[in-house]
């Protein structure tokens, strides 16, 4: 009987209260899934305080424990921090934060004489004063993951002063890039027609290759220095690799990653004949400014980077950096960049054409308190972060599920290759660096895992170095 009335109730009241509620209670219900998870793989590292048998061979007790006490602060973090996001998240749509700051741009746009008829103008100030609120309340949380935990794991390499420069700098980055293709895209919106979604999607598309493109030659260089691998034996080694597999290298960065942190990678990018490889200089044993004393006169310390670096040993030999990008290596030849770009275009399309099917709806804006207008940008954010929010959790999951899938088959690539045994010594290397844990609760790992575990892929690899 309770639930029957439970149902009458809900179904007497308006659409827009029923859809509010819906975005509400969804939100909460991901929110609670995901303290859950979390709250099994925080008691993995309460208790699993020895090192289990079958990793006897692979971490030392000492090195063990580090991971444990490193990840279960990070996993702490991550629940206060979750926690305040969703009760600021719930108490910004309770209060009509979103009509409240789009009355207030109109406000700005139109003291700098805007009136309502240029709504584009308008959005853009509401973006600009989102992008700001959305950065001041995540610095104290930043501040916090970075000087306190960690700082105290070993990782960080910054300085209060680097930390804030890097902080201003990527804001207005971020706002050159997103201000211009946003207001572009409400325009193509607005003046598309019945087929604005096709147009609306070219468009990101278009955008989003010109922004892979030009990323690592103009946009990662403001924030970090790329320098030409030194010529030598591994770079010999690279351009060998790279032209038996038919990858079109044309050249090889070190990236001055030790300024900011001791984690350590390696990537490529680039389109059709063109590819370039990334190497952090955490990753090599020889040439990490980790492992470099101070030159003479030096003394170590500069206003960008701490002298804590030359006590730390770090990063992989040549065969074992080779074997690593044997491994990227393999998720070109394997097709893996290719199929995540026609994935994710795929769905930026239905996204954009279910877009068009809403954007009528004026009930969806009537849910978070825009009664006499439908703007656009409003329509974007309601539909693509409130409406689709449960269609964007299970496509998360497919993809980290597919993710797990390339990662064994890029591993086995590499394997094929010839460098299984020096795959397996550095993914145990970098899982050290890193202070990866490598005990999981199976349920969160594969809800949140986009590589596999490290057990996992060992055992993969070893089943090749035995053979």
């Not at 509400?24 to 008691?43: D, I, K, M, T």
């Not at 960690?150 to 700098?169: R, V, Y």
């Not at 170590?300 to 290596?329: D, I, M, P």
């Not at 954007?359 to 703007?375: C, H, M, S, V, W």
Request: charged share 20%.
């Amino acid at each position: 009987a309770a639930m029957a009335l439970s149902g009458d109730l809900w179904a007497e009241l308006p659409a827009e209260r029923r859809i509010f509620c819906s975005v509400l209670l969804f939100s909460w219900a991901v929110y609670l899934w995901e303290a859950f998870l979390a709250h099994r793989q925080r008691r993995v590292y309460r208790t699993t305080t020895h090192v289990p048998q079958e990793l006897g061979q692979i971490m030392d007790s000492e090195t063990f424990e580090k991971s444990r006490l490193y990840q279960l602060d990070k996993s702490t973090f991550s629940f206060w921090s979750g926690l305040y996001s969703e009760v600021e998240g719930t108490m910004i749509l309770l209060c009509g934060g979103i009509p409240f700051l789009w009355k207030l741009s109109g406000q700005i746009s139109g003291r700098a004489g805007f009136g309502p008829e240029y709504e584009i103008v308008q959005s853009l100030v509401f973006l600009l004063l989102a992008t700001l609120f959305s950065a001041l309340t995540g610095l104290p949380w930043s501040l916090y993951n970075t000087f306190v935990i960690e700082e105290k794991h070993g990782f960080n390499q910054q300085t209060l002063g680097f930390f804030f420069k890097d902080a201003i700098k990527k804001f207005v980055v971020t706002q050159c890039i997103l201000l211009p293709v946003t207001s572009l895209l409400l325009y193509i919106i607005k003046i598309g027609g019945d087929y604005f979604f096709i147009y609306a999607w070219l468009f990101t598309l278009v955008v989003s290759l010109v922004l892979v493109t030009i990323y690592a030659d103009y946009i990662a260089p403001l924030f970090d220095k790329f320098i030409p691998l030194p010529e030598g034996e591994l770079k010999q080694q690279i351009e060998t690799m790279a032209k038996s597999i038919d990858f079109p290298l044309t050249k090889v960065y070190v990236v001055e990653g030790s300024k900011r942190s001791s984690h350590s990678n390696a990537y490529f990018y680039g389109f059709f004949k063109n590819k370039r490889i990334v190497l952090f200089d955490t990753l090599l044993e020889d040439y990490s400014a980790l492992n470099k004393e101070p030159a003479e006169g030096e003394d170590g310390e500069n206003e960008e980077t701490k002298s804590k670096t030359k006590n730390k040993k770090q990063g992989c030999k040549n065969e074992e950096v080779l074997a690593v990008l044997g491994h990227e290596l393999g998720h070109w030849k394997l097709g893996h960049t290719v199929k995540n770009i026609i994935i994710s275009q795929m769905n930026s399309f239905l996204c954009f054409f279910l877009f068009a099917v809403l954007i009528g709806q004026k009930e969806l804006f009537a849910a978070f308190g825009f009664y006499d207008t439908q703007p656009t940008l409003i329509g974007l954010m309601i539909i693509f972060q409130f409406i689709f929010s449960p269609y964007n959790e299970v496509l998360s999951f497919c993809l980290t599920v597919l993710s797990r899938r390339f990662e064994f088959q890029a591993d086995a690539f590499a394997k094929e290759l010839g460098k299984a045994k020096d795959l397996y010594s550095a993914l145990i290397k970098l899982n050290k660096d890193n202070l990866g844990f490598p005990v999981s609760d199976w349920i969160f790992s594969m809800w949140h895992y986009s590589h596999p575990p490290l057990l996992e892929r060992l055992q993969a690899l070893k089943d090749a170095k035995q053979e």
